[in-house]
């Protein structure tokens, strides 16, 4: 049987690029292609010349886990040391997803002339194949991780969060709680519930006492200068219908999680006039929306700071 070492690699960029932008997608990494596509042909590289025999020592676990890690840097660029083994654990934990169910579909379809060499699986069947193994493996994995945390219940995420308005910043903690879907109706931004203290640091107070008024107070006592920013939030709760907020759109919002730190542009702040913890260990909450990707700019992690 003729194999064909640019179809070897071909294969193996493809395959690589699937498992690195899946771990990208899943743990919410900025995606940069060009260093996917680098850390995707590093790997496909080592494949041929594992293939080809050319040095033994490739072959050794220490290389493939070296080799792991040099992939991993190359298209995240970790900021620490905790998040390259998340991401590392991640990579690995697809690359087993992604290949079962490359394997599944190859059984189903049973290709002829099909054979292993030195590790590196080779044969006469169509890179379409390993490709829609490739991404339902994806999807599977995407949907089982996303299952497992929301089924996982932890009484307090807190992040630090730093706030931005008219040049003006707090940095606080916010409570992530998977029960606030709090939006802005017309442009769908998330919104950031705090507490007075917070706002104070932000806004005027001559806002703020409007935004304590019921039902939102009256818009045009608003100074012209948070005019503009200016959203009519809706709400519901228990003994209150049909009820009006006042938000305010910030400039930005910096979420700093255990791996990077996610940027939020479109964000609305509201005021929520009572204390949100005894303990003072959190002053407002954050819903899952802040953390998730930014639809309306068409990109998988247009938030997330480089």
Do not use: H
Not at 21 to 37: D, E, N, P, V
Not at 102 to 124: C, D
């Amino acid at each position: 049987m003729t194999v064909y070492v640019d179809i070897i690699l071909l294969e193996n960029i493809c395959m690589n690029f699937i498992i690195l932008f899946s771990t990208a997608y899943i743990m919410k990494i900025q995606i940069k292609y060009l260093r996917i596509f680098i850390s995707s042909l590093i790997g496909a590289i080592y494949a041929v010349l594992v293939y080809a025999n050319i040095l033994a020592i490739y072959t050794n676990i220490i290389m493939k886990i070296i080799l792991s890690i040099c992939m991993i840097y190359v298209a995240y660029k970790p900021k620490s040391l905790k998040g390259m083994i998340k991401e590392l654990i991640l990579f690995y934990l697809v690359s087993f997803a992604l290949g079962g169910c490359a394997f599944a579909l190859l059984y189903i379809v049973k290709p002829q002339e099909i054979l292993i060499r030195n590790g590196v699986y080779i044969g006469t069947y169509p890179i379409k194949i390993a490709l829609l193994g490739g991404i339902v493996g994806f999807v599977i994995t995407y949907i089982g991780i996303r299952t497992v945390k929301n089924k996982i219940v932890k009484n307090e995420i807190i992040y630090t969060t730093k706030i931005k308005i008219n040049n003006k910043s707090n940095l606080t903690k916010l409570l992530l709680d998977t029960g606030n879907m709090l939006k802005d109706p017309l442009t769908n931004s998330p919104v950031i519930l705090v507490e007075k203290k917070i706002l104070e640091t932000l806004v005027p107070e001559e806002l703020i006492k409007i935004m304590e008024q019921k039902n939102g107070g009256d818009i045009n006592e608003i100074l012209e200068e948070y005019k503009k920013r200016i959203r009519i939030i809706p709400f519901t709760s228990v003994g209150k219908q049909n009820g009006m907020m006042i938000g305010i759109k910030v400039d930005e919002v910096n979420v700093i999680t255990d791996v990077d730190e996610i940027v939020n542009n479109d964000a609305i702040i509201c005021l929520y006039n009572r204390n949100f913890s005894k303990s003072k260990k959190y002053f407002g909450l954050i819903g899952l929306d802040l953390l998730e990707r930014d639809e309306n700019k068409n990109e998988f992690f247009s938030n997330v700071k480089k």
